[in-house]
């Protein structure tokens, strides 16, 4: 429970970071945040693996670009479920899921990984 607590924490940390540089991403207040945050890592937890292995050989096929746009999905997604969180366009979905991947990974750098303890 702890480590989604903190993958949660680096989640709204891309989330805000993304709703300050990329134009088309908006974030209406701090509780907004936290849900979006809290809702992405369960998105992200029950909905991606299917989108994953339903567009794997797309995935296959552009050698896991594609994953750029199943991730640009979820966080739009979040963005459909939660009124007060907004992406306009595929784009900005796109650039948020860089940066909140790039957040997630460095969050994974500093709580480790489960498996290897």
Known sequence: MARFIVRAIFAA??????????PGVRVDDTGSLILAAVLLGLVNAVVRPVVFLLTFPVTLLTLGLFLLVVNAAMIGLVALLLSGFHVDGLLAGIVA???TGFTS??????????KRD
């Not at 940390?13 to 990329?22: D, P, Q």
């Not at 990974?105 to 489960?114: E, P």
């Open 97 to 99: 899921a860089i940066i």
């Open 13 to 22: 940390l891309g989330l805000w970071l993304a709703s300050r540089v990329v």
């Open 105 to 114: 990974w460095v969050a994974g750098m500093v709580i480790g990984d489960a």
